[in-house]
């Protein structure tokens, strides 16, 4: 490589809760730039999650941070072709992609819920996520499966 490496660009943090992780999954939501809709839906989500988890005794942006902890995977599989044969080698996942595939994984399931608006979808898919089920808990899980069944290819690791 000739040039070095992009410097990463220091987000700032969002305005109600002061959080630059919240600022990061605003942006993957957002859509065509617009990032105050993508606020809104996020900061409706989580007064929703708080409505709806009153019996526990935690901030909605707890719940949330522990959603998405529960849809983080740690090993995923990649494929390596080796003699002419494709192979699916279990790699660690790097931290920073860690959080991207999570936040990705929450929206994506999010969108595909039934419900009549977005941060309604979205607030259900963070409860889901937070109680261990719905879609994204589900493609987490499948991913450690595919990586635990594929653990023989392991040594084609790059």
């Known amino acids: 490589m000739r040039k070095g490496k992009p410097k990463r660009r220091e987000l700032l943090a969002d305005p109600k ?3 630059e992780l919240v600022t990061r999954f605003v942006n993957n939501m957002m859509l065509k730039g617009k990032k105050n809709v993508a606020f809104n839906i996020f900061y409706e ?3 929703l999650v ?3 988890t009153k019996g526990e005794n935690k901030q909605p942006l707890e719940i949330w941070k522990k959603a998405l902890e529960n849809i983080t995977p740690h090993v995923e599989v990649k494929s390596r072709r080796v003699g002419g044969a494709t192979f699916q080698v279990p790699v660690e996942v ?3 992609r860690k959080i991207t595939l999570s936040m990705k994984n929450l929206i994506r399931y999010a969108k595909q819920r039934s419900g009549k608006s977005m941060s309604d979808k ?3 898919e963070i409860i889901a996520a937070y109680k261990e089920e719905g879609g994204a808990f589900k493609k987490k ?3 450690h499966r595919m990586a635990d069944a594929n653990k023989a290819f392991a040594h084609f690791r790059f």
Request: proline share 6%.
């Open 122 to 124: 979205l607030a259900a």
């Open 94 to 96: 790097r931290p920073d």
């Open 17 to 19: 809760y002061h959080d």
């Open 141 to 143: 899980e499948d991913m």
């Open 50 to 52: 708080a409505e709806r």
């Open 45 to 47: 989500a989580i007064d």
